[in-house]
């Protein structure tokens, strides 16, 4: 149902809200109650003197009645259904519905942001646990230390020949092992805090995360550098993010990146470039004569673009991360085999584009646009240093011609795809491999 055609059914809300039967309504706006019960069932179309009276008899504006629930609302309704595979006719009345009952239709919508972000916690923390070295290294010290702790107990409690020189020893073993595993039970909590509050520069975390979080910050976007008005060097200054001497490395590099693109691609030439023609990467590269890998680059710096990127090495290791709403990029351990970004490195050059959807994450579908390029100036008896770059597109802002999604997860830990040719090791959250 369109926008203006909600504008009664809003008026009903209104008006419970304000205590006022639908009589008393009629009466002080000089209308029939038959007329206005068709005006709230949407049966009537109302504007001018009448609907200035409405809105003052109920104190609110007018534009309240007539524009609705807010962009950002409906969106959260359809992402909320669509996550719930709600048949796609009933997607369509997300407006009426947020139109009808606002209240509800905000519950709802912060229920579901809720429950995205804590299930974005266990996929991480999960995912951490299984690949990070420094977890297992921590956790294997605490499961060491708490089974000496059982084992010298274990003896103190069973054998009572013991001698009082040989039971204090004893007792002194117990006493330094528990103070051990409480040192290094805070030690894992800490770093496992550094997860969730990694813009913390005291948190700890590994330079990535640093970087991620300096990167977030800034919502990976530098109008400055973009610009020209400032330099790498005055953009690095005062980021309690980047506390690591590795993380501000890593950090430079990324900002040289991206000023050495603005300069052959700049963000505004690239808008009017643009226009109302689906997202085609390789027609930008060719007008602007640059790489595909750049243009993809320029495509996710773009503000106004709702994109993901992701650049990896041929070791499979990400350096550089983007995310987008409704695709899960792994922050520890290796992403899924079946992503577009790893079939081009048997073809460098080669730009593929390819629709995927990831298990467990709703219907939301998008675009990948892959390419894997040479890094760096050639040199002899030496084999090229290849990078992987893949913008992440919603199919809603690209193609629309028809295109089966494949079905990908984000890391094999936490897919629940059956039967998987490219899972490596059991899922947490299934049975069937």
């Not at 919603?394 to 830990?413: K, Y």
């Amino acid at each position: 149902m369109a926008s203006e055609g909600l504008t009664g059914s809003r008026i009903r809300e209104r008006r419970i809200i304000a205590g006022f039967k639908q009589a008393d309504l009629a009466r002080k706006i000089g209308i029939s109650a038959s007329y206005l019960n068709l005006i709230e069932h949407n049966r009537r179309r109302i504007g001018g003197k009448l609907l200035l009276d409405i809105a003052a008899t109920l104190g609110v504006e007018a534009s309240a009645l007539t524009e609705g629930a807010e962009a950002a609302l409906i969106a959260s309704l359809r992402e909320s259904a669509a996550g719930a595979n709600i048949a796609t006719n009933e997607l369509d009345r997300a407006e009426e519905f947020a139109g009808r009952f606002p209240g509800w239709a905000e519950v709802l919508s912060a229920a579901h942001r809720r429950i995205s972000g804590l299930e974005r916690t266990v996929e991480t923390l999960n995912d951490r646990m299984a690949h990070d070295p420094q977890v297992a290294a921590s956790v294997h010290e605490l499961l060491t230390t708490a089974a000496a702790i059982r084992s010298t107990a274990s003896i103190l409690a069973e054998d009572k020949t013991i001698t009082e020189e040989w039971r204090d020893r004893f007792h002194a073993n117990i006493d330094q092992d528990s103070r051990r595993l409480s040192d290094s039970s805070k030690a894992l909590v800490g770093y496992l805090d550094a997860t969730e509050h990694a813009s913390d520069a005291q948190t700890g975390g590994s330079p990535q995360d640093e970087l991620d979080a300096f990167l977030e910050a800034h919502d990976y976007s530098f109008p400055s550098l973009e610009d020209g008005s400032a330099d790498v060097d005055t953009v690095l200054q005062d980021t309690p993010q980047l506390a690591s001497v590795a993380a501000q490395h890593i950090a430079r590099k990324t900002l040289e990146r991206l000023q050495s693109d603005a300069k052959r691609v700049a963000l505004v030439t690239l808008r009017d470039a643009l226009g109302a023609d689906p997202l085609d990467p390789i027609s930008l590269a060719r007008r602007f004569d640059v790489p595909v890998s750049l243009m993809l680059r320029r495509l996710a710096a773009m503000p106004d673009l709702q994109t993901g990127l992701v650049v990896c090495d041929r070791s499979g290791s990400f350096v550089f991360r983007k995310p987008v709403s409704g695709f899960a990029i792994p922050r520890f351990g290796a992403a899924c085999p079946l992503w577009p970004l790893f079939d081009v490195f048997a073809l460098p050059g080669q730009v593929a584009r390819r629709r995927v959807q990831q298990v467990g994450r709703g219907s939301a579908e998008f675009d990948c646009f892959a390419v894997a390029e040479a890094a760096g100036q050639a040199t002899y008896n030496s084999a090229p240093l290849v990078q992987a770059t893949m913008l992440i597109v919603p199919v809603t802002t690209t193609f629309d011609t028809a295109q089966d999604a494949l079905e990908v997860g984000s890391t094999c830990r936490v897919c629940a795809r059956s039967k998987c040719p490219g899972r490596r090791e059991p899922s947490i959250l299934s049975e069937g491999f």
